[in-house]
């Protein structure tokens, strides 16, 4: 890799590998795939990737959640929602060094069909670590930091506000906003990064440097989306930091974004 995310040929680097993975964290991936071989070793699964900061070599111990996606032969089923349901429950009450797990399921055709070449398709290729059977990725692209990715990969932020809105209005504790706000957020500064990623020239899913990057581009609001990034990292329940997000960044990005590179491309 030669910096900022790109190996030496200039397309995006796969950010993470198991070598990565802390020592306090290996325990939890590897029952991890105990725990998912036990549940989809019948034939419905093709393939296991884990994917942020575990395998990227940055979680906080007892903070950072455990994120797996299951790649399976057939379209999910509620039966397959079930099973990762319980895995996930099982994952997170077994181990302190996490706080959540989040178990991903999309069928093969679905993560290497054209539709989802630069959305899902990336998401395996570059952000998923595999864990488990063959590698998806040796049936996709290699990708590099384009407008057209930055488009199908962010370019449906306006999509989510309205459903943002609404589930602000609705929380009632400091857990649910604190829960809404740390998914706001990221959504917010990664749509921020990649906005500006073909000028930038690079990738990255440090929250951190992907504020930095847009900031250098758009200094007036560079100080919302260190904000956001902070939010991300350290979820607040204060009702006017998930108003200043979904009332006032969020929609300046999106228009913003349309502008730019335009929408994504509508899914059924």
């Not at 100080?223 to 204060?238: H, I, K, L, Y």
């Amino acid at each position: 890799m030669i910096g900022r995310g790109l190996d030496v040929d200039g397309t995006i680097a796969r950010e993470g590998a198991m070598s990565r993975v802390p020592d306090a964290f290996a325990g939890v991936v590897a029952a991890a795939r105990a725990r998912i071989v036990d549940a989809f070793g019948d034939g419905r699964l093709h393939s296991a990737y884990v994917y942020g900061s575990i395998p990227r070599g940055t979680p906080k111990l007892g903070v950072s959640d455990l994120d797996l996606l299951l790649a399976l032969h057939a379209e999910p089923t509620e039966a397959d929602r079930l099973d990762a349901a319980r895995i996930a429950q099982s994952l997170d009450e077994s181990f302190d060094q996490i706080d959540g797990v989040g178990i991903l399921l999309f069928s093969t055709r679905t993560l290497l069909s054209e539709r989802e070449r630069h959305d899902l398709g990336f998401f395996v290729a570059c952000l998923c670590t595999p864990l488990l059977g063959d590698d998806l990725a040796e049936d996709l692209p290699r990708y590099r930091p384009t407008a057209l990715l930055a488009r199908e990969t962010n370019g449906d932020l306006s999509l989510a506000l309205p459903e943002w809105g609404r589930q602000a209005a609705r929380a009632t504790t400091d857990n649910q906003r604190r829960g809404l706000s740390r998914l706001v957020a990221r959504r917010i500064v990664r749509t921020g990064f990649t906005l500006v990623m073909p000028r930038w020239g690079g990738w990255t899913s440090d929250l951190t440097e992907s504020a930095e990057a847009f900031g250098t581009y758009y200094p007036a609001r560079a100080e919302q989306m260190r904000g956001a990034a902070r939010t991300g990292r350290a979820p607040s329940a204060d009702p006017a930091v998930l108003r200043q997000l979904i009332d006032d960044l969020g929609p300046w990005l999106a228009a913003e974004y349309t502008a730019v590179h335009g929408e994504k491309a509508l899914r059924p």
